[in-house]
C-alpha cells in the first residue's frame, strides 16, 4: 500500500524549532520529487518547500526562507523540513507529497503531487 506518514507536529513558541519528517512505504521512492505544503484555516494550500528526487536541487516559498532547510534521506525514504524561528502565521496543517516527472520549483508552485500524507499540525503560540 502507497502511504506517506507525516510526523513531528507540534506546540511551539514563537522563535522556536521543530522538525517534520516525512516516511515513505510501498512504492520506490527515488525518482519522485518531495514537496511540503501547509494549510490554514480559511487559507488556500501553499507550497513551502520541495525537493528534487536527488535532492539537489530545492525550493521555498520567500515567507520561509533562510529559517526552513528540507532535506531527504534516501537511504531511510524519509525528507525532513528542519522549521527554526518560527512565527505565529506559520501556524497550519503541513503536508507531505510524492510527485514523479517534476521539477521542484513546478511542485511547490503548482501544488501537484501523486501521493499526500494525512497531515501533522504545527501551531506557533505563546
Known amino acids: 500500500q502507497l502511504q506517506l506518514v507525516e510526523s513531528g507536529g507540534g506546540l511551539v513558541q514563537p522563535g522556536g524549532s521543530l522538525r517534520l519528517s516525512c516516511a515513505a512505504s510501498g512504492f520506490t521512492w527515488n525518482g519522485y520529487t518531495i514537496g511540503w505544503f501547509r494549510q490554514a484555516p480559511g487559507k488556500e494550500r501553499e507550497g513551502v518547500s520541495c525537493i528534487s528526487s536527488s535532492g539537489g536541487s530545492t525550493n521555498y516559498a520567500d515567507s520561509v526562507k533562510g529559517r526552513f532547510t528540507i532535506s531527504r534521506d534516501n537511504t531511510k525514504n524519509t525528507v525532513y523540513l528542519q522549521m527554526n524561528s518560527l512565527k505565529p502565521e506559520d501556524t497550519a496543517v503541513y503536508y507531505c507529497?510524492?510527485?514523479?516527472?517534476?521539477?521542484?520549483?513546478?511542485?511547490?508552485?503548482?501544488?501537484?503531487?501523486?501521493?499526500w500524507g494525512q497531515g501533522t499540525q504545527v501551531t506557533v503560540s505563546s
Open positions: 507529497a510524492a510527485r514523479r516527472l517534476l521539477s521542484a520549483q513546478t511542485m511547490c508552485v503548482t501544488r501537484l503531487g501523486d501521493y
